[in-house]
């Protein structure tokens, strides 16, 4: 039972019960885990970053065919057809927007115009200072340890510099798994939680069980931070496939990710012009190097592998370290439940001190 004192800003900003977030994992945040998570009390992104406009559109329907909960929608303001997907997200009334890298003040105007909550994921404090004055009203503060593309700067010490540079409410994000990191976060001043990795392994998610092995065998060891998947730093579980790339040269990288554009595009249905655009728009706002925006191409690819057709060693698994230390599949139910106990005991232990 939800403990009246975990009501937080952050919760009754996205309106739900418990001041957690299941954060956005391309491939894995579908309309089923986004609604599951929000039935159970917590607050659900979509992943939009893969998908072109009309999936995008028919998944955000289907969120709301599942839960009458509020949610939100994840996506990259530089993606072909992201302004489509804009339009979807005012149109079928999200709750909230997540994004990461690359802003774009026009699509933000656009969005709290529409009463929609702005919620960037940071890295660094200046980045969070930077993501408050384009708009946002909530920052998720990732730390290094944390799924996908990340930081160095670890959670324990990136969290109470974002609290003291911004006065939004502040999520936790980067190793979160218990109700016990729930009362930690908020005891350093956050308003919540939020967890992708966690979520990533639950009954609803649609990882298939060979993927979700590889994931339980891994310690908090095995998962390494890699440029060699996209160009930016990616945490992912150490497999063959990450040791491959990083053995490889230059140009056998640059033909990979080439093939990777060539079926991205398939894939996408996106034009050469829109992926250019999309890519020159990334070697501009994230300063990647020629390399680099090429290579970009291979991250959904390489990660569809792995998530969607089940070929563990073939794909990229991103991971947070938290990894190493989750070995069950619980509903989202289940896990909001354990996670509120747990946090209960936590703060019943503090009490008799
Ligand atoms: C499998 C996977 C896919 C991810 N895909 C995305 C994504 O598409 N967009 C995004 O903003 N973050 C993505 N992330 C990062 C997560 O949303 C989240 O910030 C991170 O997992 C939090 O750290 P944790 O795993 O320690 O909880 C992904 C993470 C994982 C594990």
């Known amino acids: 039972m939800a403990n009246a004192t975990l009501d937080t800003p952050l919760s009754r900003s996205l309106g739900c019960r418990y001041p957690i977030i299941q954060t956005a994992m391309g491939w894995v945040a579908t309309p089923e885990l986004v609604a599951a ?12 970053a893969t998908s072109r406009p009309q999936q995008a559109e028919a998944d955000i329907r289907k969120v709301t065919e599942l839960t009458d909960r509020p949610f939100g929608v994840n996506f990259l303001m530089e993606q072909p057809g992201a302004a489509e997907i804009v339009d979807a997200i005012v149109r079928y009334g999200a709750k909230a927007a997540s994004y990461s890298r690359s802003p774009k003040r026009e699509f933000i105007d656009k969005l709290k115009a529409a009463d929609i909550l702005c919620v960037p994921t940071v890295g660094a404090a200046r980045h969070a200072e930077k993501a408050v004055e384009l708009g946002a009203d909530i920052i ?29 409410p502040v999520a936790a994000a980067g190793g979160f798994h218990s109700g016990q990191g729930l009362v930690a976060a908020l005891a350093y001043g956050a308003d919540g939680i939020a967890m992708g990795t966690r979520f990533m392994l639950t009954a609803e998610s649609p990882v ?31 497999n063959e496939l990450v040791a491959e790339l990083e053995a490889s040269s230059s140009v056998a990288l640059l033909i990979r990710a080439l093939r990777s ?9 996106a034009s050469i012009g829109e992926l250019i655009s999309a890519a ?12 680099q925006m ?11 592998r792995a998530m969607v057709e089940g070929v563990p060693s073939e794909g ?14 619980p509903t989202c139910a289940e896990l909001i ?11 019943a232990r503090l009490n008799q001190h």
């Open 140 to 168: 998720v503060a990732q730390g290094g340890e944390g799924g996908g593309h990340t930081g160095i700067v670890p959670t324990s010490l990136l969290l109470p510099q974002v609290i003291d540079a911004v006065d939004v």
């Open 37 to 48: 998570t929000c039935n159970a009390g917590a607050f659900g992104f979509l992943a939009c």
């Open 316 to 329: 990229v698994l991103p991971s947070g370290q938290v990894t190493g230390v989750i070995d069950d599949r």
């Open 280 to 291: 020159f728009s990334m070697r501009k706002n994230d300063k990647l190097t020629r390399s």
């Open 294 to 304: 090429i290579m970009a191409a291979n991250a959904p690819i390489l990660i569809k």
């Open 208 to 238: 298939p069980d060979p993927t979700v092995d590889r994931y339980f065998k891994a310690s908090v060891m095995d998962v390494p931070v890699t440029t060699q998947v996209d160009g930016l730093p990616q945490r992912v579980v150490r």
């Open 337 to 347: 439940e354990r996670l509120m106990t747990e946090a209960d005991g936590a703060l």
């Open 261 to 269: 554009a060539l079926e991205y595009r398939k894939l996408s249905g």
